[in-house]
């Protein structure tokens, strides 16, 4: 069992940064993926990041070149570094992780989730 913290959500204006974090406790070492995904009014949840013990990181086509997301396997800690924010980004962002391995964005493979941080940008 993984319980899963986010932290860092926010207001901010269009073209700002955020920075989420998620914090992992419990039998964190089996861990091989963990990730974000995000959920807006009227639509379903989507998977932003995700990266696996090796470091390996997919990204949504929507976010590429402006998130990072990076992990602390010390610290058993993930982020996710939003930059050039859009309205369009505004969600819900949800942490996920899982023994099994990444697959992609696939949001079936995550069975630990956190209970979200709001991340709201205004233009």
């Known amino acids: 069992q993984v319980q899963l913290v986010e932290s860092g959500g926010g207001s901010v204006q269009a073209g700002g940064s955020l920075r989420l974090s998620c914090a992992a406790y419990g039998i964190t070492y089996w861990l091989n993926c963990m990730g974000w995904f995000r959920r807006s009014p009227g639509k379903e949840r989507e998977g932003v990041a995700v990266i696996d013990k090796a470091g390996t990181t997919t990204y949504a086509d929507s976010v590429k070149g402006r998130f990072t997301i990076s992990q602390d396997n010390a610290k058993n800690n993930l982020y996710l570094q939003m930059n050039s924010l859009k309205p369009e980004d505004t969600a819900q962002y949800f942490c996920?992780?899982?023994?099994?391995?990444?697959?992609?964005?696939?949001?079936?493979?995550?069975?630990?989730w956190g209970q979200g941080t709001q991340v709201t940008v205004f233009s």
């Open positions: 996920a992780a899982d023994f099994r391995h990444c697959s992609g964005l696939k949001e079936a493979v995550f069975r630990s």
